[in-house]
């Protein structure tokens, strides 16, 4: 293994990540050397440098990291929405093209529903436009209105939900398109701390049931040790990159006030610590 080993955690030391080192037979997700530059009225402006990372089927991948390091950047790469001004990105081995229904993506805000539908109106969206009958759809859109705990609620409308019931409807969504793997940029980002504490509950007991591959994106240490198989800490921009991944090899449902949780956290903290104090 390539990168220097320092407890529990590799330091990236090389500028691959290759998919020996995930112990992954094959990489879903692939990022290779990747970057990205905007270039706009104030300049140019590189937010994401040579950021390598190789994603397993059915791994919960936390990304973590300061505010503006880059991490909604990456999200919106492997989304399809923003293409790399360099290095690869490879889904099942091919380029990612623009979006696609193999990516389900959870926004942070809760105003990406739409607004005119109901609860299961907008879960069944994605089912509707793929042409699936109605009966078939509301049967779909009322199976996962249940795996997010809602059931009986599918006839309000967004306005009529609490915040922390849109992000439940936005999963649900997501989920109904059946996609390979949930990118999520912190979805629970603006819950109250109980509310968070909840969903968090609800979305490792659905990765466990599903078995989908996610990407999510979170500046919440707690959040990540409570959620990810590993967890990646970026380094601050400009030219954000992968600084350091820390695998979570602890059983679920979590306890977060056990010793081996503890220790995570303040091996997550530390390197997060370094970001925020300025040491590289
Ligand atoms: N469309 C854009 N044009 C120019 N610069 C951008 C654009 N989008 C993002 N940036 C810049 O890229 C950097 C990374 O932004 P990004 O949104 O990825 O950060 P982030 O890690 O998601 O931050 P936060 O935790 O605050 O959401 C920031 O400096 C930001 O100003
Ligand atoms: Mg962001």
Not at 251 to 268: C, G, N, Q, Y
Request: with cysteine; aromatic share 6%.
């Amino acid at each position: 293994m390539r990168g220097r080993e320092v407890g529990l955690l590799v330091l990236q030391t090389a500028p691959r990540w290759g998919v020996e080192r995930t112990g992954a037979a094959v990489a879903l997700v692939s990022l290779q050397g990747v970057g990205k530059t905007f270039s706009g009225r104030t300049g140019a402006w590189e937010a994401v440098r040579d950021f390598s990372l190789d994603l397993a089927e059915g791994e919960f991948f936390c990304l973590l990291g300061t505010s503006g390091c880059g991490k909604t950047t990456v999200l919106n790469m492997v989304a399809g929405f923003e293409p790399p001004t360099a290095g690869s990105i490879l889904l099942d081995g091919a380029p990612v093209q623009g979006p696609g229904a193999d990516r389900g993506v959870v926004f942070q805000g809760h105003d990406s529903l739409y607004d005119w539908l109901t609860a299961l109106d907008n879960i069944g969206f994605g089912l509707r436009l793929r042409g699936m009958g109605k009966a078939e759809r509301r049967a779909k859109a009322e199976h996962f209105l249940r795996m997010v705990g809602l059931t009986g609620q599918g006839a309000k409308h967004p306005s009529e939900l609490s915040g922390g019931m849109k992000q439940r409807i936005q999963i649900a969504r997501a989920l109904a398109n059946d996609p390979r793997m949930l990118l999520m940029d912190e979805p629970f980002g603006a819950l109250d701390a109980m509310t968070r504490a909840v969903l968090q509950g609800e979305l490792s007991r659905i990765w466990a049931e599903t078995k989908k591959t996610v990407l999510f994106i979170t500046h919440d240490i707690e959040e990540a040790c409570a959620l990810a198989t590993r967890i990646g800490v970026m380094r601050r921009g400009p030219g954000g990159t992968l600084k350091a991944i820390v695998p979570v090899d602890l059983p679920f449902p979590r306890e977060r006030t056990s010793d081996d949780f503890m220790r995570v956290f303040r091996d997550v903290h530390a390197l997060i610590h370094d970001e925020i104090h300025g040491a590289h």
